[in-house]
């Protein structure tokens, strides 16, 4: 639960446009990993592992202007998950930039990748959402 006050990218997967369930990978600038599920509207299952959680690869560093985060997630996982639709993923992606901690509350600037349909930052909506294609390899 570290991650929640820390500097971090945000990735969602879901399965419909409903959210009935979805799926929340968060990286922080150290590497850790806050994995959980959720149902619309913002009802988190923080229990809840990743299948094959030890398998997700994750490495971070540091550099002059900030710091990368990479990391890979098995096919499988997301197929188990029901996630992945003909090469296809609905998925989020966000950062939580942590501009100052206060005890025991962080401050953040949010960024999306796709412009949420809300007044205020708010990632667990449909909006947020769009399509990653994956290749094949196959030419």
């Not at 639960?1 to 879901?14: G, K, L, T």
């Not at 690869?57 to 996982?77: D, E, H, M, P, R």
Request: aromatic share 14%.
């Amino acid at each position: 639960m570290e991650v929640v006050d820390s500097d971090r990218v945000e990735i969602f997967f879901r399965r419909d446009a409903k959210l009935d369930t979805y799926y929340c990978l968060e990286l922080d600038s150290l590497g850790r990993i806050l994995d959980y599920k959720a149902t619309f509207y913002r009802k988190f299952d923080y229990i809840w592992n990743w299948p094959g959680i030890n398998q997700l690869q994750i490495q971070s560093k540091f550099t002059n202007s900030g710091y990368q985060v990479q990391g890979s997630i098995t096919l499988a996982s997301l197929s188990q998950l029901n996630l992945l639709n003909n090469c296809e993923l609905q998925a989020g992606l966000f950062r939580g930039e942590c501009l100052k901690i206060r005890d025991p509350q962080s401050t953040f600037a949010w960024i999306s990748w796709i412009k949420p349909e809300s007044d205020r930052p708010d990632f667990h909506i449909p909006s947020v959402f769009g399509l990653i294609k994956l290749e094949t390899g196959k030419r």
